[in-house]
């Protein structure tokens, strides 16, 4: 069965569901009700309480590549394994493998293998700095989400992004508003790209969402960040009040704080911010 993952968001938007859940599972932190007898073990029985608990919540499951290729093979191992699990177990979820790639063309063509083919996802985070001759590998398949970085969402995201630039027939913008503007109107060819934009920057949120209309936007920074629900929303949603994957990560997997309640905390989690969201919108 083929899978879009722009159709696969815009069906979990019809349901009201915007909480995208950021596996950022870092071993040391999984309480001892979650562990087994090994790292990869330990790492996949953790993502499934915490999926079985949320999945019919979320618009989609976000793994960040980084925390399982920090424990070697049996990291990587649990990567695979975790996609899978979702895969069989809730088909109707997207997956976007969180791994913020870039490289000249011929490199990324291998990095599409492992992304889509190997792990399995339905879209992957992107670095837009090499261009988009660079990207082109992965902007070619139209059922997978291209998801350009533009307005992150650590404390200093400003150093590059928010620098003014001269562009043509414009005048000066901060880079992120050309990132923006390029994928939106030159990238977006095939309707598979989206845009980071963190919550902590709510009113350079809003200037995004003016600039790509309706595009999707991943938007990270609520929870362990802080990010405002109330001004992501009205800043991050589109003219349908919709357009919005917005993540929480280690808000919603530690929620039990090293206690046995993993699966209930993080979907009490889950459940708040969801109905936080939808208050918002309405």
Same mark, same amino acid.
């Given at each position: 069965?083929?899978?879009? *993952?722009?159709? $696969?968001?815009?069906?979990?938007?019809?349901?009201?569901? *915007?909480?995208?859940?950021?596996?950022?599972?870092?071993?040391?932190?999984?309480?001892?009700?979650?562990?087994?007898? @090994?790292?990869?073990?330990?790492?996949?029985?953790?993502?499934? %309480? %915490? %999926?079985?608990?949320?999945?019919?919540?979320?618009?989609?499951?976000?793994?960040?590549?980084?925390?399982?290729?920090? +424990?070697?093979?049996?990291?990587?191992?649990?990567?695979?394994?975790?996609? @899978?699990?979702?895969?069989?177990?809730?088909?109707?979820?997207?997956? %976007?493998?969180?791994?913020? =790639?870039?490289?000249?063309?011929?490199?990324?063509? /291998?990095?599409?293998?492992?992304? *889509? /083919?190997?792990? #399995?996802?339905?879209?992957?985070?992107?670095?837009?700095?090499?261009?988009? +001759?660079?990207? #082109?590998?992965?902007? &070619?398949?139209?059922?997978?989400?291209?998801?350009?970085?533009?307005? @992150?969402?650590?404390?200093?995201?400003?150093?590059?992004?928010?620098?003014?630039?001269?562009?043509?027939?414009?005048?000066?913008?901060?880079?992120?508003?050309?990132?923006?503007? #390029?994928?939106? =109107?030159?990238?977006?060819?095939?309707?598979?790209?989206?845009?980071?934009?963190?919550?902590?920057?709510?009113?350079?949120?809003?200037?995004?969402?003016?600039?790509?209309? &309706?595009?999707?936007?991943?938007?990270? /920074?609520?929870?362990? #960040?802080?990010? &405002?629900?109330?001004?992501?929303?009205?800043?991050? $949603?589109?003219?349908?009040?919709?357009?919005?994957?917005?993540?929480?990560?280690?808000?919603?997997? *530690?929620?039990?704080?090293?206690?046995?309640?993993?699966?209930?905390?993080?979907?009490?989690?889950?459940?708040?911010?969801? +109905? +936080?969201?939808?208050?918002? =919108?309405?």
């Amino acid at each position: 069965m083929s899978r879009n *993952f722009v159709a $696969m968001l815009e069906k979990k938007w019809d349901e009201g569901k *915007f909480v995208c859940v950021g596996l950022d599972t870092e071993l040391e932190k999984i309480p001892e009700a979650a562990r087994r007898d @090994t790292i990869a073990g330990s790492i996949v029985n953790f993502n499934r %309480i %915490i %999926i079985g608990a949320t999945a019919n919540l979320v618009c989609a499951f976000k793994p960040n590549s980084a925390f399982y290729e920090a +424990e070697d093979v049996d990291g990587l191992k649990a990567l695979v394994e975790t996609t @899978t699990y979702i895969r069989q177990h809730y088909p109707e979820v997207p997956i %976007i493998l969180d791994a913020k =790639r870039a490289d000249i063309g011929n490199t990324n063509r /291998g990095y599409v293998v492992s992304a *889509f /083919g190997v792990i #399995q996802a339905d879209a992957i985070t992107l670095h837009p700095y090499l261009g988009r +001759e660079a990207l #082109q590998p992965f902007l &070619d398949d139209k059922d997978k989400g291209c998801i350009i970085l533009c307005k @992150t969402s650590n404390p200093g995201a400003g150093e590059f992004q928010d620098v003014n630039v001269e562009t043509l027939g414009v005048g000066h913008l901060p880079l992120y508003k050309i990132v923006a503007d #390029q994928v939106a =109107r030159k990238w977006n060819t095939l309707g598979n790209c989206a845009l980071v934009a963190g919550a902590t920057y709510p009113e350079e949120l809003g200037a995004i969402r003016k600039i790509v209309g &309706d595009m999707p936007l991943l938007i990270p /920074g609520i929870g362990a #960040q802080q990010g &405002d629900v109330e001004k992501t929303v009205k800043n991050g $949603m589109d003219s349908r009040k919709k357009g919005m994957i917005i993540n929480s990560s280690r808000g919603i997997i *530690f929620a039990s704080k090293g206690g046995p309640n993993i699966g209930p905390a993080a979907r009490e989690e889950t459940l708040r911010l969801s +109905e +936080e969201i939808n208050k918002y =919108r309405r």
